[in-house]
């Protein structure tokens, strides 16, 4: 017979589909890889480089005047915690490549501090991914990717860069950061795919 102690419940159960080995957060925690840049919207700027080094880029007025999104979507960290129904405003990649023409298979993401991941083109585009700027109907705090990151809800968090600048197409999947480290290409957390080696 099982002993527990007084008072000990568990984690509490969601009433959400949660993936495989997620709990369910109320708050948004905060990690990141390094120090947290703070980069004036006046000085930002967002490329998408294709295969050929042709070059689109946005400033931050010209990116704010795009058309805007407002998805509500799931966030799953490969930390294990998972946040439901979060709100954003933004671009959708959709946009920033409709005058993109490319047969790249993948992208490389570069943001400020360094930090870089790589997804398949298949993954950002088809109503899949946004630039994001606005969370929860505020301008997006520097500690969350403020003032711009990427979001890709339906992998781990770690694919959803912060502090995002620029979006590199490549014929051949380049690791970023967390990759190069040991993490998985794709992080599905529907798969458990958190770690080179996992399904």
């Known amino acids: 017979m099982a002993v527990l102690t007084p008072g000990f ?18 708050d948004f925690p905060v990690l990141s890889a390094g120090p947290t840049p703070r980069v004036p919207t006046g000085t930002w700027t967002l490329t998408v480089t294709d295969e050929t080094g042709r070059r689109h880029e946005w400033s931050w007025a010209e990116f704010t005047k795009l058309p805007q999104e407002r998805p509500t979507v799931d966030l799953h960290c490969v930390t294990r915690w998972s946040k439901f129904g979060t709100s954003w405003k933004g671009v959708s990649l959709d946009t920033l490549f409709a005058d993109v023409e490319t047969s790249a298979g993948f992208v490389l993401v570069g943001c400020d501090g360094g930090y870089t991941t790589n997804l398949p083109v298949a993954d950002i585009l088809g109503g899949k991914a946004w630039i994001v700027h606005t969370y929860e109907g505020a301008p997006l705090a520097p500690v969350h990717g403020g003032p711009a990151r990427l979001l ?48």
């Open 9 to 26: 419940h568990g984690r509490p159960r969601s009433e959400h589909s949660l993936p495989p080995g997620q709990y369910e957060v109320g």
């Open 152 to 199: 890709v809800p339906h992998l781990y968090l770690w694919k959803s860069a912060k502090w995002v600048r620029s979006i590199q197409l490549v014929t051949q999947d380049v690791p970023g950061f967390w990759e190069q480290l040991g993490y998985h290409d794709r992080g599905d957390p529907w798969r458990e795919q958190r770690y080179q080696g996992d399904q």
